[in-house]
């Protein structure tokens, strides 16, 4: 009786399916290079756009791409040539994550791109955890590995044998149980049980008689029990995961990705496929790897890699899609056509990392090639290359090289693109350095001074008007740009105003030479950041920038920006996610507002708001959709008020 009404709805839905639809929406693929900037104003990354058409083939040349972020700048409007459109995207003097949309009309794809105080230092040497036994399993939607019988774990240089071990991987916990031995070079203790915080590494054994806490390093006893640690040794039940692989061993790259070798999938609970190499990306979001296989009214959606290699620290996949779902947000967004790319990822964030991929394998017309590398040459030191070959017919490098030096940060990039259109290779050169802060008033401020220098060669570009039907692109030229800034920065520490509630900001005063908006002004940048209950949390950002030099002729990004960003597990059914952002003295505006309602345990509904406006240009979509959990699968109807239609589909997410 509690579900007679969601099926009749249901059923409802199906009957408005009526005749074919029409094509869904295109897909937008999204990357970043560098993918994490340093939160001081002048440091910068590329924000490359690959646009696919309805059809399945890449957006026309000259296709309009509009580009948002919540934290820093971006270039607002960029054109395609052979599907791609790039972006530059300044950071912020705030540390924050910057929300990144990419639009065409109404579609949009999203990504976040992290604004750190510093690079990030990693150790290298103890990313990797290795678990065997003769039952190893891990719960994909859960985040735990489970493993039984002859249970050995390696880490850090310490080895544990236990008859049973939990990871609890979205806190970095360990717990073993049974005839527990760690051992650390020469050292060894045994125990009954075992509890572990991977991060800071300090652990608490249990024996006949004794307890004792002690740090893994070296098995070094502790002179009292570390603050703010609650060691508890309940496991978490596990049965109730929609997707589990069981093998005989995982390895886990801390916060990053489990690796699975010869292992079979349960998909609730049911004996699904056995892949020789499975890898599964803790990272994903706003531009992570998905995975979906599926049916529907729009035909059969596939986004699957198949790997053929694996390490810890690399991995060779064959992503395969065919009306790939991933490319965009909403549920009609769709990739046409099959989709084979060849990619090879090695490294570690933080660290040494790469990514190399052959794209377009199934269309050798559009084969293209992509290579992208981080370089670790210090801890304060960070080269970063980017190199493309868009069907195999454009060409665009990229080299970007930050150091911090004992007198602050200097950041150089140099950029090369040639369109198959054009005649020549366009070069870009950018300059900037800032003072290292020096703090004052007691450290409730700091002052720092700053320089920059961009140089952009004239170059070709291609915008499509739609005047008489044709397919290409009006060639346009733009004229070489340059323009030199100086000023000094002042940065207040954080203000606590109430609990829960941080005041960040910073302001600066500069001077620019040689661009359209040439002279002298403020500029400043606000976050007000509140958390909320459930872990949610609240940004609302304000940022002025009297002198723009990013955006020399597309006037529409607006000086005076505002910013929103909102998580909110409201209660244990109701989620909501909101983000966007404002010009408040210029039409330009965007922002994606997510709800999700959970009706009992298998039942959902969801809502998708999308808009977007730059100039006189505006278009905005509602989405409603209910979905019923099917152990594991997932059966949804979907409607958009911008296609007209419904939408059915039968899948299993995460697979």
């Not at 924000?47 to 791409?65: F, S």
């Not at 004996?271 to 059969?300: T, W």
């Not at 992503?319 to 570690?348: A, P, W």
């Not at 983000?579 to 505006?589: I, K, Q, T, V």
Request: proline residues 4%.
């Amino acid at each position: 009786m509690k579900t007679r009404a969601p099926l009749l709805l249901l059923a409802t839905l199906l009957c408005l399916l009526g005749a074919s639809p029409a094509l869904a929406a295109g897909a937008i693929r999204v990357q970043v290079s560098p993918n994490v900037l340093l939160a001081d104003s002048i440091s910068t990354a590329t924000v490359t756009a690959n646009v696919i058409g309805t059809n399945g083939r890449p957006a026309r040349d000259g296709t309009e791409v509009r580009f948002y972020t919540t934290a820093g700048t971006i270039t607002p409007v960029a054109f395609t040539s052979s599907g791609v459109a790039r972006a530059t995207l300044t950071s912020s003097g705030i540390p924050q994550a910057a929300n990144v949309s990419v639009s065409v009309g109404i579609d949009q794809s999203l990504v976040s791109v992290p604004m750190v105080s510093k690079l990030v230092e990693a150790n290298v040497g103890g990313r990797v955890l290795k678990i065997t036994g003769k039952y190893v399993a891990f719960s994909e939607d859960r985040h735990f590995i489970q493993a039984d019988q002859d249970v050995q774990v390696n880490f850090r240089g310490v080895e544990v044998q236990a008859n049973s071990v939990q990871v609890d991987l979205n806190l970095d916990r360990l717990i073993a149980l049974g005839k527990v031995q760690i051992a650390s070079g020469d050292k060894t203790l045994v125990g009954e049980r075992l509890w572990m915080d991977l991060k800071s590494f300090e652990a608490y054994m249990v024996a006949v008689g004794t307890k004792q806490w002690f740090s893994a390093y070296g098995l070094t006893e502790l002179p009292e029990r570390p603050k703010n640690i609650n060691a508890t040794f309940d496991l978490v039940d596990l049965t109730d995961s929609k997707l589990i692989w069981v093998s005989k061993q995982a390895n886990y790259v801390i916060g990053e990705r489990v690796q699975i070798q010869g292992g079979r999938a349960y998909v609730g609970g049911i004996k699904s496929v056995r892949m020789p190499f499975h890898e599964a990306n803790l990272r994903s979001g706003f531009g992570g790897d998905q995975q979906y296989v599926g049916f529907g009214s729009d035909g059969i959606n596939v986004d699957l890699p198949l790997y053929l290699a694996m390490s810890p620290n690399a991995s060779t996949a064959l992503h395969l899609g065919y009306g790939s779902k991933n490319g965009g947000i909403g549920s009609f967004t769709r990739e046409r056509g099959l989709r084979v790319d060849l990619v090879q990822k090695y490294g570690f964030a933080g660290a040494n990392e790469g990514e190399a991929s052959l794209t377009n394998l199934a269309s050798p017309d559009r084969i293209g090639l992509a290579w992208n590398h981080v370089q670790k040459l210090n801890d304060k030191t960070r080269l970063v290359t980017n190199l493309q070959f868009p069907e195999h017919r454009d060409f665009y490098g990229h080299l970007n090289l930050t150091s911090g030096l004992p007198v602050g940060t200097v950041q150089m990039a140099f950029a090369a693109s040639k369109p198959h259109f054009a005649d020549s290779i366009a070069k870009t050169i950018s300059l900037a350095f800032e003072t290292k802060p020096k703090p004052l008033a007691g450290n409730k401020v700091s002052i720092s001074g700053e320089t920059t220098f961009f140089r952009r060669d004239a170059q070709q570009v291609r915008a499509f008007t739609g005047v008489g039907g044709s397919n290409r692109g009006l060639k346009l030229a733009l004229a070489d740009s340059q323009y030199q800034t100086a000023g000094i920065k002042v940065r207040p520490a954080s203000v606590n105003l109430a609990r829960g509630l941080t005041l960040d900001s910073s302001a600066s005063l500069r001077g620019v030479a040689g661009s359209t908006n040439s002279g002298f002004g403020p500029a400043f940048d606000a976050q007000l950041r509140k958390q909320l209950p459930r872990s949610g949390n609240l940004s609302l950002g304000l940022n002025y920038n009297h002198l723009t030099t990013i955006n020399d002729f597309f006037p529409n990004q607006g000086k005076l920006n505002s910013t929103l960003n909102l998580v909110y597990p409201v209660t244990k059914r109701l989620q909501l996610v909101a983000m966007g952002s404002m010009a408040l003295d210029a039409p330009s505006r965007h922002s994606v507002l997510q709800a999700s309602y959970k009706m009992g345990e298998s039942w959902r509904f969801d809502f998708l708001h999308t808009m977007v406006q730059f100039g006189k240009i505006g278009e905005q979509d509602y989405q409603f959709g209910i979905a019923r959990d099917l152990g594991g699968r997932e059966l949804a109807v979907y409607w958009s008020a911008r296609e007209h239609r419904f939408i059915i589909e039968f899948g299993a997410a995460r697979f």
